[in-house]
């Protein structure tokens, strides 16, 4: 079994700043990468951050030079730094961990988290 909680979610004002966290815990052999997605009201989910074992970046467009991710790899924790918010950015944020269960072929798989409010007003 394998849990992603989130946390650090709610509501702030545009401009300001929230950090999310998600821990993995469970029974896993490594991290491949992990990710941050967001699903706005009436919209499809979308990918805003990724960062992979080695520590490569990845950002939506939209999220570039306001977001930041970063994990401790010794507490397989992912963060999502999230400065000047926009109403825009209002959202579910869901954390997603891409997982080898256990050595050998077959068997990486995708975790969910349950997903942690955003709200920005303006």
């Known amino acids: 079994q394998v849990h992603l909680v989130e946390s650090g979610g709610g509501l702030v004002q545009a401009g300001g700043s929230l950090r999310l966290s998600c821990a993995a815990s469970?029974?896993?052999?490594?991290?491949?990468?992990m990710s941050w997605y967001r699903q706005a009201p009436g919209k499809q989910r979308e990918l805003v951050a990724t960062?992979?074992?080695?520590?490569?970046?990845n950002y939506a467009d939209s999220v570039k030079g306001r977001f930041t991710i970063s994990n401790d790899n010794a507490e397989n924790t992912v963060y999502l730094q999230m400065n000047s918010l926009k109403p825009e950015d209002t959202a579910v944020y869901y954390c997603?961990?891409?997982?080898?269960?256990?050595?050998?072929?077959?068997?990486?798989?995708?975790?969910w988290g349950q997903g942690t409010q955003v709200t920005v007003s303006s």
């Open positions: 960062i992979t074992d080695g520590d490569k970046t």
């Open positions: 469970g029974s896993f052999v490594s991290v491949w990468r």
């Open positions: 997603n961990a891409d997982l080898q269960i256990k050595y050998g072929l077959g068997s990486r798989y995708m975790y």
